[in-house]
């Protein structure tokens, strides 16, 4: 059984940075592609960005490309999301999810197993 496990969430002023990890048991991460999603109250779940397995080649969506990365520690069975001058807009619950496979996608289906999810508030 994976588990997926977030933390680093917080309450940060705008501006600011928060780190999440994702740490995975039951299953090596490194050959998967793990993704980050993000759900702010009354919207629905969006992409923030992937990493591949293997080759660790990343993709994010637009409004937070320059601004957030993902980087894997393989030895740590751990993914992380670095969130720099963090927005209000970006307030919301992360999550980070497991891929079917080594190769990214960005729909919410292209995953299996999910985390329980971290809080993200950024205030103004």
């Known amino acids: 059984q994976v588990q997926l496990v977030e933390s680093g969430g917080g309450l940060v002023q705008a501006g600011g940075s928060l780190r999440l990890s994702c740490a995975a048991s039951g299953r090596t991460l490194s050959t998967y592609a793990m993704g980050w999603f993000r759900q702010a109250p009354g919207k629905e779940r969006e992409f923030v960005g992937a990493?591949?397995?293997?080759?660790?080649?990343?993709r994010y969506t637009d409004s937070v490309k320059g601004r957030f990365t993902i980087s894997r520690d393989n030895a740590k069975n751990t993914v992380y999301l670095q969130m720099n001058s963090l927005k209000p807009e970006d307030t919301a619950v992360y999550y980070c999810?497991?891929?079917?496979?080594?190769?990214?996608?960005?729909?919410?289906?292209?995953?299996?197993?999910w985390g329980q999810g971290t809080q993200v508030t950024v205030s103004s």
């Open positions: 999810a497991q891929g079917r496979s080594q190769w990214y996608g960005v729909r919410i289906n292209d995953y299996v197993y």
């Open positions: 990493i591949s397995g293997s080759a660790g080649v990343t």
